[in-house]
């Protein structure tokens, strides 16, 4: 690496200077400033020290490059334009309705492997695709570039412990200190042995550099995968860096310059600028490619009618059971995976197992590194801890990331562990992302069917397991679609619609057995599709009943199955009556709590006689 | 400290040991080894240091101790016993549905202040505890007591991070290592020199002891206070120590002891025990109550009809307004504050204002801790960054604590800025906590009287706010009750009911402007209550619109106002047609993005004549 040319790298990097100035004036919004500070740094990763092809963003074997501090957009797409790969005239497109060059990257645009901007996440997302560049034999490095205000999310630090009990020295952090953050300066400031303090006491190598420094950023560099550690670059810079009115000041945050600012500033840079175009950008090495092909069909399951199973078990003999068939397969845990099965998994197959210990932001996190190279991760943990990871699975969202989430042990039916362990709005949450799908099997067999369907379909999946053993009702060669749903009781003479999924499907069923003796008939519906619902088969259901249904839920009345089925059939009359834990729950039996939330057979019985 | 009597204090522990493998037996389930554990420190803690008065657990000036590892709980409440608050037999009846000794402890006892056993929370409440001491001039100290397995948590080294830089001498973490998580051993080990430097490095005094030698125990917490940081007791333990056949064995966690297997611990154990009932306790210092008296009212509003104001500012004119009423009221920010317009209230009040910087997990934990303390903590942040503190806001329900939060930069109305920045799930979130309010409001007047209702109302409360300025349209005498909602446009001959808050509803005003002129009535409500919905103000509208009701919300189409109105008045037989964003948005003007949704004037007119 001795014959960069950093005088090169220098003009490039007031290049990209430049353009992301013109980029955020024309748009009239955004982030000049945080793109200025890491101007050098980008410039040396893309034009003096990754390996990739430009004309191919996406090639198996290319170094991986995250904006986690992705306010700093204008950079990334200043740098790729600089690469030839999109015309330096579109950049004039930032931030329109019409433009891919959102305001935060998104994968819309292939050279954005997730999205970014919600501060704390892309490290996590870099340790997942570190992880697999190792699991398939791949040499690619993975650059994470992150802000120094984001150093306080917690995820930072969840990320940077396992990147280093891993000892992923593929792995390279490059934390842009530029000391201010959006409304005040950063609790660290310039004190760049703090954080090097820090990293090194989560396991990691650390180099202390100025950051506009070039020479400095290509001698770091060019040491970069020694030894056994993941690397954290401390890069000293300047908000607004190269800007002499605006550099180091406060309140420049989130603000583009006028033209007349844009003017000056450029007049300032522009002498020392050069283009990147034609400069040359180290290419890959040729490796073997992945085997990341889905097979063609899952084996086959063989419970028998009336067989014992937790969902939750069933999910884990899924697991294990598509995973011997599909490499693609890889599971996450959260030191749970004695209680969700998981374990399963880890004993056949350690080597796609990634124990990321209690830490559900950075699980969540690592599962989306997998899934945008190729793999189909399944994380799981207790279904509540997932509302720990919440933000990670929004943006997994919006990054249409193949990530799949079990979470198990929902509803009071847990019993004496009581509130803070119950999954209670995981259906609510789930719901509210972006592209997912929501599903929720009462049996063994549809948790089996249903975690093929997952494997087999884009995007963030979720699957809602229960910890109570419940019969298996359903044949071997039962099909559930994503968006179906089950009529398990039904005669002519019907007055309701009963609703249910999980545990209180089989309360439904004992109902309905009940009722029938006394004279009484009830439709019963496994909603095992809560997202997208199987509102054509309970809608044609509900118009055989007098358009009233009644949905029996172990989780919170707000945002759940019932909220769903009202929210997708209220409009063709359909008058839904709900049953879900009404307030705040506590320890007890199982039993206890059902019957206290009427959520057992009895209070189902009641419920259809009041109505 | 010299005289304690460290021989009583070894008794002790064992007698908590006995308690807490009996109380677990009796259940079935728990988790005693992970007592046993920390069963020395508990017993220091309780009958050798902390400072409290056993007859009175809320008492202003106790120390303050929070069980973070709630797992625990039996050790909790057995150290209860042993004071004398609670009688020893009412152990027998733990995690039983008629008993408030539940799996995990919640707030329903009098000495937890703050529901835990969702693990990594109890130090971010601890920060916020010891913060508000200093507030309050008290002497007070928190001792948190936390599981190694937690210490993978990132929100830990969030609420480590704050206590560093604000110097909490008052706050002391001591960390039970014992060396085994649920499923597997630790990432740590024993390895009590990695806990060290990263808790040093986050700028903390350590201090490694033999967690089951009780004169280290002694001497350690003897130094309690010493210096300018906070100190964390490092304690090498073994999980089940004190009983032979199960101590530092993997297999046990979770796990309670046959009735065969707990007498022969108890066995063990007994020879050695001694009730702590009669033990001395010693007393806190009296110094003068803090004042946390509400203000008989607010001072009043003085807006302008038609003065255009975003509710994202009148949230920051309301926090000053209520703030210098009421000195209950403290400010939290993760580095929005000149975005949300909380800076306002730092600039006057900045004793009462803590700046968490980017770590919104810990700043929900610590606004637990001041609400906990008797504070009124307004917490906020762009309402879609409070999905990475939502497991923290759900544990707050649990808590049942009177915590505030304020999430601004909802829906697609912020434009340019991209998906990641957009509130766009809230609601559905909020509305999934235990005991929550969620209110919504569409004006600068309606948001100054939502807060005064907010300082007021118990519990955990969700103002959302929006970006764009708005056209003031009540008087500033308008009252908004909670669970209320607001009639603005009605005729006699209606053909339906718009349903819509925020943006949407001054769309839906200037569409039902539009439509007038056509000779087109609709009904147009302010629902700025969601959550409780003013159902009965919507139904009656309803009613008289031939039950069709449409809906109109800058958020997901799941889970939100639609679904909320759906899920409250389809049993009425009402049908609710919705109008949300429907898929994944992208960046743009927010005009645009409003009309792609039909969320604005034209958009809402194309539905109604649909409709």
Chains 1, 2 share one sequence.
């Not at 950063?186 to 070039?214: C, Q, V």
């Not at 937790?310 to 749970?336: K, S, W, Y």
Request: aromatic content about 6%; proline content about 5%.
């Amino acid at each position: 690496m001795n014959d960069i040319d950093t005088e090169s790298l220098k003009g490039i990097a007031n290049q990209l200077r430049i353009l992301s100035i013109q980029a955020t004036t024309a748009a009239g919004s955004g982030h000049p400033t945080s793109c200025c500070s890491a101007a050098d740094l980008v410039a040396a990763l893309f034009f003096g020290h990754m390996r990739f092809d430009p004309k191919n963003p996406h090639y198996y074997n290319n170094d991986r490059f995250i904006l986690s501090k992705g306010h700093a957009a204008p950079l990334l797409y200043a740098a790729w334009a600089e690469t030839g790969f999109i015309p330096e005239e579109k950049l004039a497109t930032l931030r329109r309705f019409d433009s891919d060059l959102e305001g935060h990257p998104t994968p819309r645009l292939p050279f954005a492997d997730v999205a970014t901007g919600s501060l704390g996440q892309g490290l996590s997302v870099g340790v997942g695709m570190a992880l697999c560049a190792r699991l398939d034999q791949l040499d690619y490095r993975t650059y994470v570039l992150l802000g120094d205000g984001e150093c306080s999310e917690g995820s930072v630090w969840e990320a940077a412990s396992l990147a280093g009990l891993n000892q992923l020295n593929n792995l390279i952090a490059v934390v842009d200190i530029n000391r201010l953050g959006q409304s005040d300066p950063t609790p660290l400031g310039h004190n760049l042995d703090a954080y090097k303090r820090r990293f090194e006491s989560f396991g990691w190598r650390t180099e202390e550099i100025d950051g506009h420094d070039m020479d400095e950023i290509v001698e770091v560099l060019a040491a970069v995968g020694l030894g056994n550690q993941p690397l954290v670059v401390l890069a000293k810079t300047f908000k607004g860096a190269g800007i002499s009115f605006i550099q180091d000041k406060e309140g420049w945050h989130g603000r583009a310059l006028s033209k007349e600012e844009a003017e000056r500033a450029i007049a300032e840079l522009r002498p020392s600028a050069r283009s990147g175009i034609g400069h040359p950008i180290a290419a890959p090495n040729q490796l073997p490619a992945p085997k990341n092909d889905p097979p063609a069909q899952y084996p086959a399951i063989t419970y028998k009618l009336g067989d014992m199973v937790a969902t939750r078990e069933a999910f884990g003999n899924a697991l294990l059971r598509i995973g011997g068939a599909d490499n693609r397969v890889v599971a996450l845990d959260g030191d749970t995976k004695n209680s969700t099965y998981s374990e399963k998994f880890l004993k056949k197959y350690p080597e796609r197992f990634t124990e990321c210990y209690i830490a559900e932001q950075n699980m969540v996190g690592v599962a989306t590194g997998f899934a945008v190279r190729g793999k189909v991760p399944f994380a799981s943990t207790f279904a509540t801890f997932f509302t720990r990871a919440f933000d990670q699975i929004r943006v997994a969202g919006i990054s249409r990331a193949n990530v799949k989430l079990a979470g198990s042990h929902v509803g009071v039916s847990i019993g004496e562990d009581g509130p803070s362990q119950m999954g209670l709005e995981d259906i609510a949450l789930m719901r509210a992302v972006a592209g997912s799908t929501v599903l929720y099997p009462s049996d063994a067999v549809s948790a089996e069917k249903l975690m093929d369907l997952m494997a087999s379909h884009q995007g963030v999946c979720f699957l809602r397991t229960s910890r109570p053993k419940t019969p298996v009702i359903y044949s071997n060669e039962e099909a559930f679609p994503i968006g179906g749903a089950k009529v398990l009781r039904q005669t002519a003479n019907d007055n309701i619609t009963v609703v249910a999924a999980g545990v209180t499907l089989h309360e439904a069923l004992k109902a309905a057995d009940a009722l029938k003796n006394e004279g009484i008939g009830i439709t019963v519906i496994d909603a095992y599709s809560v997202k997208p619902l199987g509102k054509d088969v309970i809608l044609a259901a509900a118009q055989k009943t007098n358009n009233v249904v009644l949905t029996v839920e172990d989780h919170y009345l707000e945002g759940g199955l019932g909220d769903a089925v009202a929210g997708e059939l209220s409009a063709a009359g359909v008058r839904v009556h709900k049953v879900g834990v009404s307030d705040l729950p506590r320890s007890g039996k199982p039993e206890e709590l059902l019957a206290h939330y009427g959520l057992d057979a009895q209070g189902i019985i009641r419920k259809v006689k009041a109505l």
